[in-house]
């Protein structure tokens, strides 16, 4: 079936929202089952279509660099079963035969007086900010429960945004429209010129500076890295990651530590920024505007710069600035109550299709970018694949007959961590497992 089939459209909306042309989604087809079907919302059909328009663009940049004919007319094949495994690639991931901790005690949906909130304290100083905000007296489920059953979901959910903490009232209806994607501006400036590219690296000596953390960010950058792209993820020292979220997300990159209110650090960082051709960031609006890193003023340092920003609620109101996750977004957004079935219990997606659609949205973003020659601000945030989610996608048409098995589609590779269990990316293989987060030199590789 052509993907402009009426029944069809998701991939055909996201490529337009990109700006892509819309004769090249005739291209596209989809091969074999997955198994994203379950639940109310069309997440199959987002899962398909962001990961149909990352190709297309990744088809486009080749044709730019001579690695493809522009206006290349052959299939773009998609495979549902690639697909659905890589979108829950955090559940098939195994450390060394260990299953990874995905959700920590106290993250969850916990019965408030009245309705529902949702809490996400992964990282210990998320969690000590919900012990701090709510009085608990042990950072335990049993305590964190006592403790939000007399208040209401806004209550909790003030209080713990008040401590740096994350806690989110699961919300009854489907928050504010949202686009999909904003192309913020233009400069007008083009980039470096990319020269001839390996067939199917389009990417190949792309430096790519990796502001991002935990999913949506990641997905986007290990895409990237394994299109060709140097990508180095930089981090602070006093801000921790989770060795497991890493195995899965580090895949494709390099991964070093600076801390950018050190003079020294700082000016490796700057050294970094000259050689960059694209920066991804996945802070919150205005956290990184301290240290002179807005993308405004990248850009007008750099005018040939892709920037492309990731936010969790985002860019604009009053929740713009909050920090947030694929799953709080899922409760504050409607899509959890939506999910809750036949009881009032809030549910969740069959995957964290926020955090993996976006993040194969801002690759294929970056990717029509470089193709264009550089200079573009793009944005991007988890509450506006939420909308187009909810308002504007349709089921998509039956999927092919037989059984989903993800076997064919998992993958064991040494990394850092050891041997790990993981999913393979729709696009390809990597040709090395991650190493440890921060382990890295923090300089760009050779061209």
């Given at each position: 079936m052509e993907i402009g089939d009426e029944r069809d459209g998701g991939t055909a909306q996201a490529?337009?929202?990109?700006?892509?042309?819309?004769?090249?989604?005739?291209?596209?087809?989809?091969?074999?089952?997955?198994?994203?079907?379950?639940?109310?919302?069309?997440?199959?059909?987002?899962?398909?279509?962001?990961?149909?328009?990352?190709?297309?663009?990744?088809?486009?940049?080749?044709?730019?660099?001579?690695?493809?004919?522009?206006?290349?007319?052959?299939?773009?094949?998609?495979?549902?079963?690639?697909?659905?495994?890589?979108?829950?690639?955090?559940?098939?991931?195994?450390?060394?035969?260990?299953?990874?901790?995905?959700?920590?005690?106290?993250?969850?949906?916990?019965?408030?007086?009245?309705?529902?909130?949702?809490?996400?304290?992964?990282?210990?100083?998320?969690?000590?900010?919900?012990?701090?905000?709510?009085?608990?007296?042990?950072?335990?489920?049993?305590?964190?429960?006592?403790?939000?059953?007399?208040?209401?979901?806004?209550?909790?959910?003030?209080?713990?945004?008040?401590?740096?903490?994350?806690?989110?009232?699961?919300?009854?209806?489907?928050?504010?429209?949202?686009?999909?994607?904003?192309?913020?501006?233009?400069?007008?400036?083009?980039?470096?010129?990319?020269?001839?590219?390996?067939?199917?690296?389009?990417?190949?000596?792309?430096?790519?500076?990796?502001?991002?953390?935990?999913?949506?960010?990641?997905?986007?950058?290990?895409?990237?890295?394994?299109?060709?792209?140097?990508?180095?993820?930089?981090?602070?020292?006093?801000?921790?990651?989770a060795d497991d979220a890493y195995a899965d997300t580090g895949f494709g990159k390099r991964s070093a530590r600076l801390d950018l209110a050190a003079p020294g650090d700082r000016a490796v960082f700057e050294g970094l920024l000259a050689g960059a051709d694209v920066v991804v960031t996945g802070y919150r609006p205005g956290a990184l505007r301290r240290f002179g890193l807005d993308p405004a003023d990248l850009l007008e340092r750099r005018p040939g710069l892709v920037v492309a920003e990731l936010c969790a609620w985002g860019w604009r109101g009053p929740w713009a600035a909050r920090r947030g996750f694929d799953s709080l977004v899922q409760a504050g957004y409607g899509i959890a109550a939506r999910c809750a079935g036949d009881g009032d219990v809030p549910g969740v997606l069959p995957a964290q299709a926020l955090d993996h659609g976006t993040g194969y949205l801002v690759a294929a973003g970056v990717l029509r970018a470089l193709a264009g020659g550089g200079g573009w601000r793009l944005r991007f945030s988890l509450a506006g694949t939420a909308s187009w989610l909810v308002r504007d996608l349709s089921p998509a048409p039956p999927a092919a007959a037989g059984g989903y098995a993800a076997e064919p589609w998992l993958r064991e590779t040494v990394s850092g961590y050891g041997v790990l269990r993981h999913a393979a990316s729709p696009f390809g293989e990597w040709a090395v497992g991650p190493s440890r987060w921060g382990a890295d030199a923090a300089v760009w590789l050779p061209r």
């Open positions: 490529w337009a929202a990109l700006g892509g042309a819309p004769e090249l989604v005739r291209r596209v087809r989809f091969s074999g089952t997955g198994n994203l079907e379950e639940g109310p919302l069309p997440v199959r059909e987002l899962a398909r279509a962001t990961v149909s328009v990352c190709g297309l663009a990744a088809g486009e940049l080749a044709a730019v660099r001579g690695a493809g004919a522009t206006g290349d007319a052959s299939p773009l094949v998609v495979d549902e079963g690639a697909v659905a495994t890589a979108f829950v690639s955090e559940r098939h991931l195994r450390v060394e035969g260990r299953a990874p901790v995905v959700f920590a005690p106290l993250s969850g949906f916990w019965r408030t007086a009245d309705g529902w909130v949702r809490t996400h304290a992964n990282y210990p100083h998320h969690e000590a900010a919900l012990v701090r905000a709510l009085g608990l007296p042990t950072a335990t489920p049993q305590a964190l429960r006592a403790a939000v059953a007399g208040r209401t979901a806004v209550e909790v959910q003030e209080l713990a945004y008040g401590e740096g903490g994350l806690a989110v009232a699961v919300a009854r209806e489907y928050g504010e429209p949202q686009p999909l994607v904003e192309s913020v501006r233009r400069t007008g400036a083009r980039g470096r010129k990319l020269g001839p590219a390996p067939a199917g690296r389009p990417a190949t000596g792309v430096r790519v500076l990796d502001l991002t953390r935990v999913i949506a960010g990641p997905v986007a950058t290990r895409t990237l890295g394994l299109l060709g792209a140097d990508v180095l993820r930089i981090d602070s020292p006093g801000l921790p990651e």
